[in-house]
Protein backbone atom coordinates (compact mmCIF):
# COMPACT_ATOMS: atom_id res chain seq x y z
CA UNK A 1 0.00 0.00 0.00
CA UNK A 2 1.66 3.47 -0.92
CA UNK A 3 0.46 6.76 0.81
CA UNK A 4 0.97 10.38 -0.30
CA UNK A 5 0.22 13.28 1.79
CA UNK A 6 0.26 16.31 0.68
CA UNK A 7 0.98 19.06 3.24
CA UNK A 8 1.55 23.16 3.36
CA UNK A 9 -1.58 24.53 2.07
CA UNK A 10 -3.20 27.38 4.00
CA UNK A 11 -4.73 30.75 3.44
CA UNK A 12 -3.00 33.77 1.94
CA UNK A 13 -3.28 36.67 0.47
CA UNK A 14 -2.97 37.73 -3.20
CA UNK A 15 0.79 38.10 -4.26
CA UNK A 16 2.19 35.71 -1.23
CA UNK A 17 3.57 32.40 -1.79
CA UNK A 18 2.89 28.94 -0.35
CA UNK A 19 5.27 25.55 -0.51
CA UNK A 20 3.28 22.40 -1.05
CA UNK A 21 4.70 19.02 0.01
CA UNK A 22 4.13 15.53 -0.47
CA UNK A 23 5.71 12.33 0.77
CA UNK A 24 5.07 9.30 -0.33
CA UNK A 25 5.73 6.23 2.19
CA UNK A 26 4.71 2.39 2.21
CA UNK A 27 5.33 0.59 -1.13
CA UNK A 28 5.84 2.93 -3.65
CA UNK A 29 8.30 0.90 -6.08
CA UNK A 30 9.94 3.08 -8.58
CA UNK A 31 8.43 6.81 -9.00
CA UNK A 32 8.21 7.84 -12.04
CA UNK A 33 6.51 11.26 -13.17
CA UNK A 34 4.58 13.01 -10.15
CA UNK A 35 2.55 16.14 -10.29
CA UNK A 36 0.46 18.78 -9.15
CA UNK A 37 -3.27 19.10 -10.05
CA UNK A 38 -5.90 21.04 -8.80
CA UNK A 39 -9.48 21.66 -8.48
CA UNK A 40 -11.50 24.58 -7.86
CA UNK A 41 -15.21 24.00 -6.68
CA UNK A 42 -17.72 23.40 -10.00
CA UNK A 43 -14.59 22.30 -12.30
CA UNK A 44 -12.58 19.83 -13.46
CA UNK A 45 -9.46 18.26 -11.92
CA UNK A 46 -6.47 20.36 -13.81
CA UNK A 47 -2.82 19.59 -14.07
CA UNK A 48 -0.73 22.05 -12.58
CA UNK A 49 2.70 21.07 -13.00
CA UNK A 50 4.66 17.80 -13.69
CA UNK A 51 8.20 16.49 -13.22
CA UNK A 52 9.42 13.29 -14.81
CA UNK A 53 11.88 10.82 -13.07
CA UNK A 54 15.05 12.27 -15.05
CA UNK A 55 14.09 15.93 -14.22
CA UNK A 56 11.84 17.31 -17.46
CA UNK A 57 8.79 19.74 -16.31
CA UNK A 58 6.02 20.86 -17.15
CA UNK A 59 3.48 23.54 -16.40
CA UNK A 60 0.19 24.51 -17.04
CA UNK A 61 0.40 28.04 -18.59
CA UNK A 62 -1.73 29.48 -15.85
CA UNK A 63 1.12 29.04 -13.87
CA UNK A 64 4.07 29.69 -15.83
CA UNK A 65 6.67 32.06 -13.85
CA UNK A 66 4.99 31.78 -10.65
CA UNK A 67 4.63 27.98 -9.59
CA UNK A 68 8.21 25.58 -9.40
CA UNK A 69 7.87 22.30 -9.13
CA UNK A 70 10.55 19.83 -7.63
CA UNK A 71 11.79 16.72 -5.96
CA UNK A 72 13.91 15.06 -3.92
CA UNK A 73 13.65 11.56 -5.14
CA UNK A 74 16.05 10.35 -1.92
CA UNK A 75 13.27 11.25 0.67
CA UNK A 76 10.24 10.34 -2.40
CA UNK A 77 9.04 14.18 -1.28
CA UNK A 78 7.50 16.01 -4.26
CA UNK A 79 7.44 20.13 -3.75
CA UNK A 80 5.36 22.86 -5.34
CA UNK A 81 6.65 26.19 -4.61
CA UNK A 82 3.74 28.80 -5.78
CA UNK A 83 4.24 32.28 -5.73
CA UNK A 84 2.78 35.49 -6.61
CA UNK A 85 -0.56 33.84 -5.85
CA UNK A 86 -3.74 35.09 -7.17
CA UNK A 87 -7.09 34.41 -5.97
CA UNK A 88 -7.73 32.40 -9.43
CA UNK A 89 -5.75 29.52 -7.68
CA UNK A 90 -7.73 29.13 -5.07
CA UNK A 91 -8.51 25.36 -5.34
CA UNK A 92 -7.60 21.57 -3.57
CA UNK A 93 -4.72 20.50 -4.82
CA UNK A 94 -3.71 16.81 -5.33
CA UNK A 95 -0.43 15.25 -5.50
CA UNK A 96 -0.12 12.53 -8.01
CA UNK A 97 2.37 9.80 -8.68
CA UNK A 98 3.02 7.29 -11.46
CA UNK A 99 4.72 4.51 -9.45
CA UNK A 100 5.98 1.09 -11.13
CA UNK A 101 6.12 -1.55 -8.49
CA UNK A 102 7.66 -4.18 -10.70
CA UNK A 103 10.55 -4.09 -14.06
CA UNK A 104 8.15 -5.59 -15.76
CA UNK A 105 4.55 -4.04 -14.37
CA UNK A 106 2.91 -1.01 -16.26
CA UNK A 107 2.66 2.42 -13.93
CA UNK A 108 -0.21 3.24 -11.89
CA UNK A 109 -1.92 6.06 -10.52
CA UNK A 110 -1.73 7.06 -6.84
CA UNK A 111 -3.41 10.13 -5.49
CA UNK A 112 -3.00 12.57 -2.18
CA UNK A 113 -6.23 13.23 -0.49
CA UNK A 114 -5.44 16.75 -1.37
CA UNK A 115 -4.96 20.13 0.14
CA UNK A 116 -6.49 23.54 0.22
CA UNK A 117 -4.95 27.02 -1.08
CA UNK A 118 -7.07 29.90 -1.03
CA UNK A 119 -5.97 32.82 -1.70
CA UNK A 120 -7.80 36.15 -0.79
CA UNK A 121 -8.01 39.50 -2.98
Known amino acids: QVQLVESGGGLVQAGGSLRLSCAASGRTGSIKTVGWYRQAPGKQRDLVASISSGGTTNYADSVKGRFTISRDNA?????????SLKPEDTAIYYCNADLQLYSWSKPVAAWGQGTQVTVSS
Open 75 to 83: KNILYLQMN
